[in-house]
């Protein structure tokens, strides 16, 4: 459940504090939809949570102040409170969902839930706290999260109602992701380079080639070259009873669609790196790379072990198609003295 935690959890690691003024009337809730009600903790999540999505929009102007945006044809403030209010929808929906088929959550997920919800509370609790957002509702959005996770499992894991089949994980898994061992190797970069630093770049350029020789020529292992690199970073000589990885356990996945370290450098890979063939030098600005590319299914587990990984990056679209309509039509009240206290515009950054 690895990457669903991550999920969750960067959803509300966000640092935000919220100086909201005080107003007359019950602001404990925003929403209510009859048997499940959303705190004012809760919606003040979702609002953070929509104010930083805002960045994220294809029509975000980083020259200007976020709440001086125009997003989707809406101001800011207004697209943050219907983003809010479509997780408000999404959280019911959710709920309703996992009760709907049957889901339980067993011991793991509970551990799970507290595990993430101790993690990010040690260091955002505070925040949070004092903005009105208290555990009892922070456990609540972790344990949606991992609700939401096991009802996409329910639809498209092993089993499933709408069952992803092993011979498109294996296709998938082959053309969007590549197995590679990678020593990155840095530059020095500007327009007023010392000869000392040129020189450095030359040397560093040298190795770089010089460790791809040697792994194409059979003298040496990735995690030898590996080594002798940790070694010249240190200054220190290589110790005969050093314990070595072996290659595969370093070996680490790039997804097509990744931008780390660069778009650039992960293209070549998929372009010019082949699989099981030489490794190669790529160049970006500011570093090399030296790279061995691996059959992604050179081991059965490595399907296991990257299962969900996969069938998310599959499924996940149609997933929030399919939240998306859930939520849809929902029945609530809204309690006005507390949607108007937490207005998008009292959110101060910092």
Request: glycine residues 4%.
């Amino acid at each position: 459940m690895n990457f669903w935690k991550r999920i969750a959890a960067a959803f509300f690691a966000i640092c935000i504090t919220l100086p909201f003024t005080a107003c007359s009337g019950d602001t404990s809730w925003v929403y209510d939809y009859e048997d499940i009600q959303i705190t004012s903790g809760m919606y003040i999540a979702f609002t953070m949570n929509a104010y930083s999505q805002v960045s994220e929009q294809d029509d975000y102007d980083s020259t200007k102040d976020i709440l001086d945006q125009t997003i989707e044809d809406k101001s800011a403030t207004d697209w943050i409170r219907e983003r809010a209010s479509e997780m408000a929808n999404e959280y019911v929906a959710t709920l309703r969902k996992f009760e709907e088929l049957g889901l339980t959550l067993d011991e793991s997920d509970e551990q799970d839930i507290d595990n993430t919800v101790e993690s990010y509370w040690e260091s955002y609790g505070d925040i949070y706290e004092s903005n009105g957002v208290g555990e009892a509702s922070y456990r609540k959005l972790i344990e949606a999260q991992i609700k939401r996770y096991k009802i996409f499992l329910k639809y498209y894991g092993e089993g499933g109602l709408e069952e992803v089949p092993v011979s498109e994980l294996e296709a998938h898994f082959k053309e969007n992701f590549a197995s590679v061992n990678i020593i990155s190797i840095s530059l020095t970069t500007g327009d007023d380079l010392t000869d000392e630093q040129k020189q450095e770049n030359e040397t560093r350029t040298e190795m770089a080639n010089e460790y791809a020789n040697l792994l194409n020529s059979g003298e040496n292992t990735f995690p030898e070259v590996y080594d002798m690199w940790q070694h010249y970073l240190l200054g220190t000589e290589h110790s005969d009873d050093e314990t070595l990885q072996d290659e595969m356990d370093m070996a680490t996945y790039i997804q097509k669609d990744s931008t780390t370290p660069s778009e650039k450098i992960v293209n070549s890979i998929f372009s010019d790196v082949e699989i099981e063939g030489d490794a190669k030098v790529l160049s970006s600005d500011s570093a090399l790379y030296v790279v061995k590319r691996y059959d992604v299914m050179k081991d059965e587990k490595n399907l296991e072990d990257m299962r969900e990984t996969v069938l998310s990056d599959i499924k996940s679209d149609d997933f929030l198609t399919m939240l998306e309509e859930w939520s849809k039509d929902l029945t609530r009240t809204t309690n006005d003295s507390a949607y108007n206290r937490y207005n998008p515009k009292n959110i101060k950054v910092g």
